[in-house]
């Protein structure tokens, strides 16, 4: 037991600093997401407490921090619009709608947990995660961009500007010059209390965490704890419409946190070297969707940005995303004032350091070193996250890896001619036999000028789909139909059952007693009478 205690003690002070570090950049930006969405920022707070603290508790992936997300935020904004026109202003029936659907998205995700769909993320090819981690750093750094203008929308100019920009270089300088003096203490949050001390006690007049919530329309951090949203099942009607309008923004919502969350449990993981649980994190971002939806809660996902911040400062394990998630409770309750007076500059400084780390420089050195289709992919999915979003890209980068895979591969169907002393002719296949590589399998047989027996070997060969399936029993038919005797040998067991399913008769077409020539030599060592050194390798 006292092993058990020591071995997660261990990293403690780590996940402390790096939860608080985190905590702080977590309230822009909750709250500029909050906006987004168009509504309240205490909505976008709430779920970056909730959805924090249950996925750290449950989460799959130890260290990765969850919260309300940009790539959900653009998708809930057509959804609270919509909903608030299905009523009075005053109503604000699009905040309910946007529960309702928070709710419906978490039961979409714990099922996606359930059928362990969350496997699926190893199919994610590499230079699709470059693609996705550089066009993600692209997309952070163009987001703090809009932290330099002012609350009508205008770049700043003159001595705001140079103030901003210095106070940015300097909580930028700090965090990379500290680690070079010392490792023990926690870069971002020093720099961001030293760029704060300076602010503070020197009166300038720059933008800061309160300034930016009441530009926005916000009354200020300060709030009470989440409550139960009992106005959910009087405003939103539980009917077919209800469900049919909701259901769409549901699932897109659920696909696009699901895929953002398992591509940062990736991501996480090949920075530390150990592997999360894909499955067990759809379940926790479902749950805590379930509860954030029915607590006032905007709903979100893994916050890429901020794992990076939490793993950079040191934090592993849950401990680091149990802190971050209760300090920013507590910053609401208690410390509002406080963290108000963070000047925006020192955490775009962080943010600025994250893009950073974040993006896969290695990938201009290897551009020119790779297949072309996967330079393609990589630059494709880095321009439409920045195009689209997260979601997306990935998609549209798996999809056009899989295409090329399959193009490749139907290439490669072979067929080796030979005729036995029988006059028996035979047709070696090497290769898969997939739906690309059909066109090309029937190319290789000539039907009409073919003997009276045509064998078929696939001992090189592996059938892989229906459509092969299909190609072989079209191409049996074929030979019946000339007159001719077909035999087919060695098919895989799940092939000729699915065969013989399709036709009984295909008992006479296949060969089921053949020995697997790739093994006869395995199975009788008496063949291998000569010293090895005489064997050429």
Not at 70 to 86: I, R, T
Not at 359 to 367: E, V, Y
């Amino acid at each position: 037991m006292t092993a058990f205690f020591r071995k997660r003690a261990k990293n403690a002070k780590n996940d402390i600093l790096s939860g608080l570090t985190v905590a702080l950049a977590l309230v822009p930006e909750a709250v500029a997401f909050a906006f987004v969405a168009g509504v309240d920022p205490l909505v976008g707070l709430y779920a970056a407490f909730m959805i924090g603290l249950i996925t750290s508790i449950f989460g799959g992936r130890p260290g990765m921090i969850s919260g309300a997300t940009g790539a959900l935020a653009v998708v809930m904004v057509h959804l609270v619009a919509e909903g608030n026109d299905m009523g009075e202003p005053s109503e604000q029936l699009g905040l309910y709608y946007l529960f309702a659907t928070v709710i419906l998205m978490g039961v979409i995700q714990m099922l996606a947990g359930v059928l362990k769909l969350g496997k699926f993320v190893r199919l994610i090819p590499h230079p699709v995660m470059m693609g996705f981690v550089n066009g993600l750093a692209i997309v952070i750094f163009l987001s703090q961009l809009n932290l330099f203008k002012d609350a009508n929308g205008d770049w700043f100019t003159g001595q705001p500007m140079y103030i901003m920009l210095g106070l940015v270089a300097l909580t930028m300088g700090i965090m990379f010059g500290l680690p070079k003096l010392t490792k023990k203490l926690p870069e971002a949050l020093i720099a961001i209390l030293v760029v704060s001390a300076i602010v503070i006690f020197g009166n300038l007049d720059v933008a800061t965490v309160g300034s930016f919530i009441r530009d926005g329309g916000g009354e200020g951090l300060k709030g009470g704890l989440p409550q139960f949203q009992t106005d959910i099942f009087s405003k939103v009607p539980f009917t077919l419409k209800t469900l049919w309008f909701i259901g769409p923004y549901a699932l897109i919502l659920a696909a696009i946190g699901l895929i953002e969350s398992l591509m940062t449990l990736n991501l996480v993981d090949e920075i530390t070297e150990t592997r999360g649980n894909a499955n067990r994190e759809c379940m926790a971002q479902g749950g805590a969707n379930i509860v954030t939806g029915f607590f006032g809660g905007m709903g979100g996902c893994a916050m890429i940005g901020q794992s990076l911040i939490n793993i950079k400062g040191g934090g592993r394990g849950r401990l680091s995303g149990i802190v971050a998630a209760v300090a920013l409770l507590i910053f609401i309750l208690f410390a509002s004032g406080l963290i108000e007076q963070v000047p925006i500059a020192a955490l775009v400084g962080v943010m600025f350091m994250v893009v950073i780390g974040t993006f896969a420089w290695s990938s201009f050195r290897i551009l020119r070193k790779i297949p072309l289709t996967d330079a393609i992919v990589l630059i494709a999915v880095s321009l439409i996250t920045v195009w689209k979003d997260l979601a997306v890209a990935v998609i549209a980068g798996v999809i056009i890896s899989a295409l090329v895979f399959s193009w490749e591969n139907a290439k490669r169907i072979r067929a080796r001619k030979r005729m036995k002393e029988d006059g028996t002719k035979v047709y070696e296949i090497w290769g898969p036999l997939f739906f690309g590589s059909i066109k090309a399998f029937n190319e290789k047989f000539d039907v009409k000028n073919d003997p009276e027996n045509v064998e078929i070997d696939f001992v090189e060969s592996r059938i892989s789909d229906h459509s092969a399936l299909e190609a072989i029993f079209n191409l049996v038919e074929k030979y019946k139909a000339a007159g001719k005797t077909i035999k087919l040998k060695h098919l895989s067991e799940d092939c000729k059952i699915l065969l013989y399913k399709a036709n009984p008769k295909f008992r006479e077409v296949i060969v089921e007693d053949i020995d697997d020539p790739r093994y006869h030599l395995a199975e009788n060592p008496e063949a291998f009478t000569k010293p090895l050194s005489e064997y050429k390798l």
